[in-house]
């Protein structure tokens, strides 16, 4: 059974840096689409950031410049690397498959505050 599990995630101040990582077992990251997702209190899940197998990547207009997805599929590992980060970045981070996403994993959270 295929399980992710995310870290990384604490609490920063603003325009600080956090780098999250997803660890997958499994065969999902191979030939699949990865991505990073978040949901803040009281909204919907959100797409943060996508990257293929052969590395190409899209972000949210939200993080785009900020955040920089990668991923080391020889260690089926997905990365999040988060600079500058906004109040407004505070939520749980997870990651998953796209489109078709498998169990989420139980996220990391991050907190940007002062």
């Known amino acids: 059974q295929v399980q992710l599990v995310e870290s990384g995630g604490d609490l920063v101040q603003p325009g600080g840096s956090l780098r999250l990582s997803c660890a997958a077992s499994?065969?999902?990251?191979?030939?699949?689409?990865m991505a990073w997702y978040r949901q803040a209190p009281g909204k919907q899940r959100e797409l943060v950031a996508a990257i293929t197998p052969g590395g190409s990547t899209n972000y949210a207009d939200s993080v785009k410049g900020r955040f920089t997805i990668s991923r080391n599929n020889a260690k089926s590992t997905v990365y999040l690397q988060m600079d500058s980060l906004k109040p407004e970045d505070t939520a749980v981070y997870y990651c998953n498959r796209y489109p078709n996403g498998i169990s989420w994993g139980q996220g990391t959270q991050v907190t940007v505050s002062s």
């Open positions: 499994g065969s999902i990251f191979s030939f699949n689409v």
